[in-house]
């Protein structure tokens, strides 16, 4: 009998050699296994823990910490001016006018000045004590260790008590001594002069002056007491580039004058932004903010807390977005629309503005080394609480410019549920029949690559395309006789219009700047309307409808208009169809004979048309003809001025048209 193979106890025995074996070898794992790094050597193994990475803006991120010391020196009201300089040779210098680092001996770390241990050591700073400084950077920041540990050589100059001392290091080690130059006068501050190193960054990492010049006018606008003094060598800025060589930053309105560079040219919802300022003895729970609404751009919301930037947001723009929509509903609930906004959310109030937000505190708490999102609870209290109140007198002093945000917020809001309502309208699955827009007839495939809506004029002749159409590729809804002129129509009829509600319903895409080219569900948008003056208005109606609520659909070429026949010509068993008059007498001159007689009957609508006639002229592929819908670039005014002419709320201009065209309509009769 074999005896079965012994499992538990090969592998207990090769667990046993395995111990043996590493006890033995180089895989040993004892206490001397154990590495520790010291001083500033984690930074230089792991940078991606301490920066972000080693990429660009990684290295930017360098810069943004030692200009954080700078204008931390300038919040606290000790400095007035920071100067930067970008060197032909890749060394960036930022320099300040402050108190200098301190460069006495150290009292913990004998043999040490405190600038050195500032500069070579992990969480050294005056930051760590408020009584240095009120408001600062954070304690979570990497700080200027980390860029002396990353950096080629890096160089400080201290000017303090009329003295200068000066230090150099590389890749975060002291080269020598802390020493002292001489006596200088009218000087006092710290300058850091600093390379990069391509060891991290690689030989190819430059500076950009653009980002750096962009960076330094931020720090400007978010403290109007500072004056950043802007220098950059000439060489290294390309000729296209707006970037100058040599600028005076200074911006005594802040966020307000930021906001302004920011929005110029743009058209707003309201006549003024929404700006202000609160400066507390000592900055802490001091705030700045500036928000205007975009009538027709998507927006974007800036925030910092001390200056430094937070990308991610967090609790200070947190506060923000609820002051703006508490006071919102309250101005509603005062003037008796309160049912009306209750739908409205912080997004759809904030979404579409341009807000900038900036606030001071004491020893703010950051998500990650890079101080990307504040965590501050304190903060959202303090924003909250401060810009609530500045809204509610902001909104009641300017009634009517309060409505028209109230108005922007609702539709956002009617916005925001009309897309959701949207998707869920989804196609048809074998499992699941959904709820579609008025009468529209879904086509079964599940893109919209190659599907087809047909807009059709009336119930007949939807009875008609629907049983002409491809089911898997083509959808129809039909629409009651002339929609709604929008070119003169006010917005609540508009909104109010259940036909254009069910043809955006359909289409899924959206309206206006809210249009969004990944949910459109067809396409193919198609008009089929009669051959005759009514199906001619009719189309003109879509139309406008289309330029003027979804021009991003006729700029992307989806709207086709179809051409059905207006005559049927048969001659024995030939059977033609003609599209209108000068058609037909080209059909009965070249493709029929004169020798029997010519039958000619005129479709009345497209609900005359068989099926199979109905397919054949105008909806299938392989036999039909469409106009596409476009808009010549360079007669992109005449085109404006041609719609607002004929479709617009000024009669006397249609009136005028008719008068210049009468000849022509003349013509037309006597053919």
């Not at 020493?179 to 850091?192: E, F, I, L, P, S």
């Not at 978010?222 to 060589?245: F, H, K, N, Q």
């Not at 309502?421 to 048809?428: G, I, L, P, S, T």
């Not at 005028?656 to 009468?662: G, S, Y």
Request: net charge neutral.
């Amino acid at each position: 009998m074999a005896t079965k193979p012994d499992l538990f106890g090969a592998a207990s025995r090769k667990t046993s050699a395995s111990r043996q074996s590493a006890k033995s070898g180089a895989g040993e794992y004892s206490a001397a296994s154990i590495e520790v790094l010291e001083g500033l050597e984690p930074v230089r193994r792991r940078p991606g823990m301490y920066i972000g990475g080693t990429d660009e803006a990684a290295m930017h991120h360098l810069f943004a910490e030692v200009l954080d010391n700078a204008m931390d020196e300038a919040v606290a009201g000790h400095a007035t001016f920071i100067e930067v300089t970008l060197e032909r040779d890749g060394w960036l210098r930022v320099s300040d006018n402050g108190r200098g680092i301190p460069v006495d001996p150290h009292p913990k770390f004998p043999g040490k000045s405190a600038l050195e241990v500032v500069m070579t050591t992990l969480h050294a700073g005056g930051k760590f004590d408020s009584g240095a400084y009120q408001t600062s950077g954070g304690l979570h920041g990497v700080g200027v260790s980390v860029v002396n540990a990353l950096s080629e050589k890096l160089e400080v100059e201290v000017a303090s008590g009329g003295q200068l001392y000066v230090q150099e290091f590389s890749r975060g080690l002291p080269l020598g001594k802390l020493m002292a130059r001489g006596r200088v006068a009218n000087r006092r501050g710290t300058c850091v002069r600093f390379k990069p190193d391509a060891q991290i960054f690689g030989a190819q990492a430059h500076w950009k002056p653009a980002r750096l010049f962009r960076m330094s006018r931020s720090k400007a606008y978010l403290y109007g007491g500072v004056e950043i003094r802007w220098r950059c060598d000439p060489s290294l800025i390309e000729a296209s580039a707006d970037t100058p060589t040599e600028a005076i930053l200074r911006f005594p309105g802040g966020l307000k004058d930021y906001l302004a560079r920011e929005v110029q040219d743009k058209e707003m919802v309201t006549d003024q932004p929404f700006v202000g300022k609160i400066s507390r003895e000592g900055g802490h729970g001091s705030l700045e903010w500036a928000v205007a609404w975009l009538a027709e751009e998507d927006g974007f919301v800036l925030s910092y807390c001390n200056t430094v930037p937070t990308p991610d947001g967090g609790t200070h723009e947190a506060g923000l977005r609820l002051a703006l929509l508490k006071a919102l509903r309250d101005h509603a609930d005062r003037i008796g629309q309160s049912k009306r906004a209750k739908d409205v959310s912080a997004d759809d109030l904030i979404g579409q503005s341009a807000a900038m937000i900036s606030v001071f505190i004491r020893e703010p708490e950051f998500q990650g080394q890079n101080k990307s999102r504040l965590m501050s609870n304190e903060a959202s209290r303090i924003v909250e609480n401060a810009i609530r109140d500045a809204f509610d007198h902001w909104l009641a002093s300017a009634p009517s410019q309060a409505n028209k945000l109230l108005d922007f917020a609702i539709e956002r809001a009617e916005e925001r549920l009309r897309r959701r309502a949207e998707k869920d309208v989804a196609r048809k699955s074998a499992t699941r029949k959904l709820r579609l827009p008025g009468k529209l007839v879904d086509c079964t495939n599940n893109s919209a690559q190659g599907s087809e809506l047909f807009i059709v004029e009336g119930d007949s002749a939807g009875g008609s395309a629907k049983e002409a159409r491809n089911r898997v590729t083509q959808a129809v809804l039909p629409l009651r006789g002339k929609i709604l002129n929008v070119a003169s129509a006010t917005k609540d009829k508009l909104m109010a219009n259940q036909q254009l509600a069910d043809l955006t319903q359909a289409l899924g895409c959206g309206l206006g700047a809210h249009y969004r080219e990944e949910e459109l569900r067809y396409d193919k948008v198609i008009i089929m309307t009669d051959a005759d003056v009514d199906g001619a208005h009719i189309a003109s109606l879509l139309i406008t409808f289309f330029y003027r609520q979804m021009p991003k659909l006729i700029e992307k070429g989806h709207l086709y208009l179809a051409q059905p026949p207006l005559y049927k010509l048969t001659q024995g068993a030939k059977t033609v169809y003609a599209r209108d008059n000068e058609h037909k007498e080209e059909l009965i001159l070249h493709q029929l004979t004169a020798k029997s007689k010519i039958e000619t009957s005129r479709f009345k609508g497209l609900g005359e048309m068989s099926a199979a006639q109905l397919k054949e002229t105008t909806m299938d592929p392989t036999k039909r003809t469409l106009l596409k819908v476009f808009v010549v670039n360079d007669e992109r005014e005449e085109t404006a001025d041609c719609v607002e002419r004929l479709m617009g709320n000024k009669p006397e201009a249609r009136f005028a048209f008719i008068q210049e065209k009468a000849a022509f309509a003349v013509e037309l009769v006597d053919i």
